[in-house]
């Protein structure tokens, strides 16, 4: 079992980790955005006196279907490996660079920008804060939280939505959320391609595919969950 | 034309080090940037000073001795052009230009802008033999080999080995001089007898050296002298993946 130790230490494979990890955390923030849209009424059309129905019952089901159950709990480890890894990462490189840095600097790069691809640690340590913001706010609330309870005919069900709707009523958290999109957007820029080749993918034809893919997917991903707290503001405002 | 250079000076590796203004009021446009640094070392000479110490050999933009970090750019700001290779008609008359050596933990500096460059040998060298047949050249077509392979590698082969890679990364990871040594071989038919120890050997070298892990910024690729492209690490990715895990070899 040594080589897979010596693997998982060595300059790629500790590479290789960080691409994995990231790919599935890129495939989860697809899945969370399909559930959060619900949280619009104009994509959920709850009907009347029922606000908030389709997101409520979309949460009890994320907290109590034992697949997404299996499947959350390795999520909150690959977000913890890539944190931590990325972490290590950025120190050994810092450290790499030696004692004296160069008194002038002119970065350039080919296929990716060379300002977010040197500043995906910062990004990430922004992003990692906000994760920790943002799961204290709703996830704790709704695993361990005093919820308000809704009922829509069948038993009581947490209603999240109006803990979220709440929120969102204060623009400050608005602000948050919305800049926090603008992070994770730009780390995914370097980030969604970055993935990429360092699985070893790098191929005249599917390559540039990937650029515009992570190109489109770093803008239009994090727009979506972005918008969501500013309708709901908005919304409040007219309520 | 009129250049002010401001130039690392550092004793030993042991020595801080500080940057030194010089001025040099006759330079010619046609002189190479390393006949600038004669002149300027003529000069230091005729003053009874020591002159700067910098690396430099063939002058024709082949051998990888020379080096420097001229106004941020490993080889300085031309596209695929080594110092030696460098003009000073892409300067302006009155410009300050300056220059640092080679950054990197790896790459420790031992005078000036010479630095250590012997890690990337011990990479080689950790690569082992690749066998082939002595005595009489065979036939130039006895082992068929595709046409674009044969290009990739060669575009690969043209790694002169300088490490301006390494400066300008700013991780200093070496991944795009192993990963163009690596390539050269493994993309020809003659270099599959070796291909899955020597991948292993050379990361692992690499990694002991104290070089930083690649994190696909690229400045590697837009510094080369050689423009070796950063395919090449993708490759390596791939080649070192299949070769620990798919593969009973273990270095």
Not at chain 1, 161 to 176: D, F, K, R
């Amino acid at each position: 079992m040594g080589w897979l130790k010596n693997f998982l230490t060595s300059s790629i494979g500790k590479k290789l980790v960080m691409s994995l990890t990231g790919l599935f955390l890129i495939l989860f923030l697809v899945v969370h955005l399909i559930g959060n849209l619900q949280l619009l009424q104009f994509m959920a059309h709850d009907s009347a006196g029922e606000i908030g129905r389709a997101f409520n019952e979309y949460a009890l089901k994320m907290t109590t279907f034992l697949p997404i159950k299996v499947v959350s709990y390795g999520l909150y480890a690959f977000i913890l490996i890539h944190a931590v890894q990325g972490w290590m990462l950025w120190r050994q490189n810092a450290a790499a660079r030696g004692p004296v840095r160069y008194a002038v600097s002119d970065l350039r790069a080919v296929n990716t920008n060379a300002r977010v691809a040197t500043r995906m640690g910062w990004l990430g340590t922004i992003i990692f804060i906000f994760i920790i913001l943002h799961m204290y706010q709703f996830w704790l609330q709704m695993k361990m939280g005093n919820l308000p309870m809704a009922n829509y005919g069948d038993g009581d069900v947490k209603d999240l939505y109006t803990i979220v709707a709440e929120a969102y009523t204060n623009p400050l958290y608005v602000i948050l959320y919305v800049v926090s999109m603008f992070f994770i957007g730009v780390h995914l820029w370097h980030g969604f391609q970055s993935a990429f080749q360092t699985l070893g993918l790098n191929h005249n034809k599917y390559t540039p595919l990937i650029h515009k893919l992570g190109k489109g997917y770093s803008i239009l991903v994090p727009l979506g969950f972005a918008i969501i707290p500013v309708v709901m503001y908005l919304q409040s405002l007219n309520a | 034309m009129k250049i002010t250079l401001k130039v690392w000076r550092q004793k030993d590796s042991a020595d801080k080090g500080r940057f030194e203004t010089y001025t040099l009021n006759n330079v010619s446009e046609h002189m190479s940037f390393l006949e600038m640094f004669d002149v300027l070392n003529e000069e230091l000479i005729q003053k009874k000073e020591v002159p700067v110490a910098f690396e430099h050999d063939c002058r024709e933009g082949i051998c990888g001795a020379c080096s420097m970090v001229i106004n941020g750019r490993p080889h300085g700001p031309m596209q695929g052009t080594t110092t030696c290779q460098l003009h000073m008609r892409h300067f302006n008359d009155g410009d300050t230009i300056v220059v640092e050596p080679f950054r990197a933990r790896a790459f420790p500096v031992l005078r000036d802008l010479v630095v250590d460059r012997s890690a990337f040998d011990r990479i080689i060298q950790s690569g082992g033999f690749i066998s082939v047949n002595t005595g009489q050249a065979q036939d130039a077509n006895a082992i068929p080999v595709n046409r674009d392979a044969a290009e990739a590698s060669f575009s690969a082969a043209a790694c002169i080995g300088c490490g301006a890679c390494v400066a300008a990364c700013p991780n200093a990871s070496a991944m795009l001089f192993v990963s163009a040594k690596t390539a050269h071989l493994n993309l020809l038919p003659q270099g599959q007898i070796e291909a899955k120890r020597r991948v292993q050997a050379m990361v692992k070298q690499m990694d002991g050296e104290g070089f930083g892990n690649c994190s696909n910024v690229t400045a590697c690729e837009a510094e080369c002298p050689k423009e070796i492209s950063v395919k090449n690490i993708a490759k390596l990715n791939r080649d070192y993946a299949g070769s620990v895990m798919g593969s009973e070899v273990e270095v």
